[in-house]
């Protein structure tokens, strides 16, 4: 079992910057990939941006040039830099980290971005 616990969420202003972490704990080897997701009330869940092998990033068209992701396996830990933050990107941001077998998730941080 792997479990995942996200922190970083809060309130902030549109323009400003929040930066989320994930730590991973439990059966952590195999992991191949960590991402983060998010979901807007009334919607589905989205990819937001995603880190394979510790190197290779994947961004949503919607966060490019915003938002950084990146892992540091030493502290088994993935973080979401989110710059020039909008309203639309308020949200419930969940962690997910995927092994060949099965995806865990975290419980999810909410990001609130005021007008």
């Known amino acids: 079992q792997v479990q995942l616990v996200e922190s970083g969420g809060g309130l902030v202003q549109a323009g400003g910057s929040l930066r989320l972490s994930c730590e991973a704990s439990?059966?952590?080897?195999?992991?191949?990939?960590m991402g983060w997701y998010r979901q807007a009330p009334g919607k589905q869940r989205e990819l937001v941006a995603t880190?394979?092998?510790?190197?290779?990033?994947n961004y949503a068209d919607s966060v490019k040039g915003r938002f950084t992701i990146s892992r540091d396996n030493g502290k088994n830990t993935v973080y979401l830099q989110m710059n020039s933050l909008k309203p639309d990107d308020t949200a419930v941001y969940y962690c997910?980290?995927?092994?060949?077998?099965?995806?865990?998730w975290g419980q999810g941080t909410q990001v609130t971005v005021s007008s």
């Open positions: 880190v394979i092998s510790g190197r290779s990033t």
């Open positions: 439990g059966s952590i080897f195999s992991i191949n990939a």
């Open positions: 997910n980290a995927v092994q060949p077998w099965k995806t865990y």
